[in-house]
């Protein structure tokens, strides 16, 4: 090896060890008042609780749902809701009325038309859709069943078509693949708990979801914080285990798609958070723009300013790139690039940390 590739190596690991050391970063800016309504330096959430059927689901989509509740509450994150809640089904829309963040709708498809309308289309945060029930799919339709009449994927798709925003949208239903290919694009995450509209029984993925977005114990980078991509392997291993522990046959197998190529990545394709294969489309893999979708967070995280995320996302995709290139590359000419990618992001973690002092 010559010296310019030992220099390379160790600038490389200089930079890597920077990193290390001021890696421990939220997704929120800094604000002081939760549930506030700046919706520019500020997440947004909402949740759709859908038609439960059952008593028993009932109960099941409540607990789910007040855990994402909790998170947003615990995380300065705008939180809405939207659907059944039991007995008082009302209690949303009349609690809307009275606090003016949203005329009283008909229905609750009406309802969640209206937040999504009043959500700031150019905002620089993103915007959660988290939809927690049942699903069907029948030939090129899929919807999502509501108290009323039920929300279909082609809806969504006219509602956001406006957004530029980073949106996540997460579909916890049965026969909710199908979202994928409707919903993906630039800028786009969309999570779903099945692979295609045929796996129509009833999904256990929401409540390992729900369960793991802000517990510690899914931080598989332990960085000190939980990504969606690492609540998403997370949810989807402890489905898996489920139905091996009660060898039942798998009737669920979740898809993640942040690339906008319509086809979603499962879960057993990640080593790690690297998903360890290509897609044929020759894009890019996906769960690098979920693993930068962080909710929830340790104590001690400095939290990064919507400018200088934005600096580090871009960054990062381009380190992502490289890797995918290194094998087409020479040695000097890899890590002369990956130079001039992790100094910069060293840097940007050095002045987070600076700023939080």
């Given amino acids: 090896m010559n010296t310019n590739s030992s220099l390379r190596i160790v600038l490389f690991i200089v930079a890597v060890s920077s990193l290390i050391a001021n890696s421990q970063t939220t997704e929120n800016s800094s604000a002081t008042a939760p549930n506030s309504t700046n919706s520019a330096t500020q997440q947004q959430m909402i949740v759709v609780t859908g038609a439960p059927g059952t008593e028993e689901y009932g109960e099941l989509f409540s607990t789910w749902a007040h855990r994402w509740k909790v998170v947003c509450q615990s995380n300065n994150i705008a939180f809405a809701a939207v659907g059944w809640d039991g007995a008082n089904h009302d209690i949303k829309n009349q609690e809307a009325a009275a606090d003016g963040t949203a005329e009283a709708a008909s229905n609750d498809r009406e309802r969640l038309r209206q937040l999504i309308a009043q959500a700031d289309p150019a905002a620089s945060e993103p915007l959660w859709i ?45 026969s909710s693949g199908p979202f994928i290919k409707k919903l993906s694009g630039p800028n786009r995450i969309v999570v779903t708990a099945t692979n295609s509209g045929a796996e129509q029984n009833f999904a256990r993925f929401g409540e390992y979801l729900s369960a793991a977005i802000a517990d510690l114990a899914a931080d598989l980078d332990h960085d000190n914080q939980v990504s969606l991509l690492e609540a998403y392997l997370t949810a989807a291993a402890k489905v898996g285990a489920f139905y091996q522990e009660d060898t039942r046959l798998t009737t669920e197998h979740a898809l993640l798609d942040d690339n906008g190529d319509g086809l979603g990545t499962p879960a057993d394709f990640f080593v790690g958070i690297q998903a360890a294969v290509n897609t044929k489309s020759g894009e890019a893999v996906d769960g690098l723009r979920a693993h930068q979708m962080t909710l929830a967070a340790g104590p001690n995280v400095i939290r990064l300013s919507p400018e200088l995320r934005a600096e580090r996302d871009a960054l990062e995709v381009q380190i992502e790139a ?35 002092e």
């Avoid at 490289?322 to 000097?332: G, I, T, V, Y």
């Avoid at 000419?333 to 939080?356: G, K, N, S, V």
């Fill in 130 to 174: 988290v939809l927690i029930g049942h699903g069907t799919s029948y030939q090129e339709v899929t919807k999502f069943n509501l108290v009323g009449p039920d929300v279909a994927a082609d809806d969504f798709a006219a509602w956001l078509k406006i957004m530029t925003r980073p949106v996540v949208l997460v579909h916890c239903g049965a």
């Fill in 322 to 356: 490289l890797r995918q290139q290194k094998a087409d590359l020479s040695e000097d000419e890899y890590y002369d690039r990956l130079e001039q990618l992790l100094l910069p992001l060293a840097r940007l973690y050095a002045a987070a940390e600076e700023t939080a």
